[in-house]
């Protein structure tokens, strides 16, 4: 099962691939009020399961890759190394 995303995850993911609250909501077909939503949540979003994988998978092809808690830290966010998938650029 893949975990939500806290809103941490994705202000730091936006901030990563330099993309605007719009930048994501387009790429993600989502609102930008849902956008603006999740991020002001404390910890993990309130968003549904579907728009959680919606923008999960915008910003994975926008070139992040998302970190899950471990025994070392918390939960976050990287650039995947390039080589990798294509990434889309706005």
């Known amino acids: 099962m893949v975990r939500a ?3 941490a995850q994705i202000r ?3 901030s990563l691939i330099r993309w605007s609250a719009e ?3 387009r790429e993600s077909s989502l ?3 849902t956008i603006r939503r999740a991020e002001l949540a ?3 979003t309130s968003m ?3 728009n959680n994988h919606t923008v999960r998978r915008a ?3 926008a070139g992040v890759e ?3 808690e471990n025994g070392g830290g918390g939960a976050g966010v990287r650039l995947r190394k390039p080589g990798g998938k294509s990434s889309r650029r706005i």
């Open 31 to 33: 609102s930008v009020a």
């Open 12 to 14: 730091a993911a936006r």
């Open 66 to 68: 998302f970190i899950d």
């Open 5 to 7: 995303l806290t809103s």
């Open 42 to 44: 404390d910890g993990e």
């Open 48 to 50: 549904t399961a579907a």
């Open 23 to 25: 930048d994501l909501a």
């Open 59 to 61: 910003l994975e092809a």
